[in-house]
């Protein structure tokens, strides 16, 4: 697709459960990061990946959090035994450069997440 | 470590009036600058940036922001919005050498007729 594309748009999961976020980003692009929207907070960094290596990681709140990036292409962010305050829009964006600050970041819609 | 502050959470405003979206960043550092748009239901898009050269940038929707060192600061203006300027608005810095956004906790701009 021409753009960062993200799945599910929305999750409803019950606290304890697991849950898996994926993002497909932009065709080519080797830089790719995943954000946290939450009501009140903005927008937090998560994990950024160049290629298949996460060179930054330090924005993934706990242990509980974890993300993979296989083929320099699709990423998956899992968040196991959910709670509450997970709950959150989570971004996925996508560069064609990396290590730049200036690179232009493609963000994708967002999976809304929903922990009961 | 890097942080954005963005003053104003929600700025209403009348159509065809004009506005300031403040934002200030902490660093002492050469760093790029960039505001971000989100409408409605929508995805956050790119709306200007700054990093090399002249202070002043605009977007081509009428939107300008001004680069000022001295005073850590990238205000959005527009001299004139429209309804449909309506959305959160979010600015942001990242270092150089790293790669990473920091972002602002957004403003709100609701423009009414």
């Known amino acids: 697709g021409a753009g960062v594309s993200q799945s599910p748009s929305n999750k409803v999961t019950e606290k304890g459960k697991d849950v898996e976020l994926r993002c497909d980003p932009i065709?080519?692009?080797?830089?790719l990061y995943w954000y946290r929207q939450s009501l009140g907070q903005g927008l937090e960094f998560l994990i950024y990946?160049?290629?298949?290596?996460?060179?930054?990681k330090s924005g993934l709140p706990s242990d509980r959090f974890s993300a993979e990036r296989t083929g320099g292409s699709v990423s998956t962010l899992t968040i196991q035994r959910t709670q509450q305050e997970d709950s959150a829009v989570y971004l996925c964006?996508?560069?064609?450069?990396?290590?730049?600050?200036?690179?232009?970041?493609?963000f994708g819609p967002g999976t809304r997440l929903t922990v009961l | 470590a890097q942080s954005v502050t963005q003053l104003d959470s929600q700025v209403p405003v009348f159509e065809e009036a004009p506005v300031e979206l403040r934002c200030n960043y902490s660093?002492?550092?050469?760093?790029?600058l960039f505001w971000y748009v989100q409408y409605p239901n929508q995805g956050l898009q790119l709306l200007l940036k700054?990093?090399?050269?002249?202070?002043l940038v605009e977007s081509i929707n009428g939107f300008e922001a001004e680069f000022n060192k001295s005073q850590t600061s990238f205000h959005l203006r527009k001299p004139s919005v429209h309804i449909s300027d309506t959305a959160e608005y979010f600015c942001?810095?990242?270092?150089?050498?790293?790669?990473?956004?920091?972002f602002g906790t957004g403003t709100r701009l609701q423009v009414f007729p």
């Open positions: 964006a996508s560069s064609s450069e990396g290590l730049a600050g200036g690179a232009l970041k493609y």
């Open positions: 065709s080519g692009h080797t830089a």
């Open positions: 990946f160049q290629g298949n290596s996460a060179p930054d």
């Open positions: 660093s002492s550092v050469s760093v790029y």
């Open positions: 700054y990093l090399s050269g002249s202070t």
């Open positions: 942001a810095v990242s270092d150089l050498d790293t790669d990473k956004l920091i």
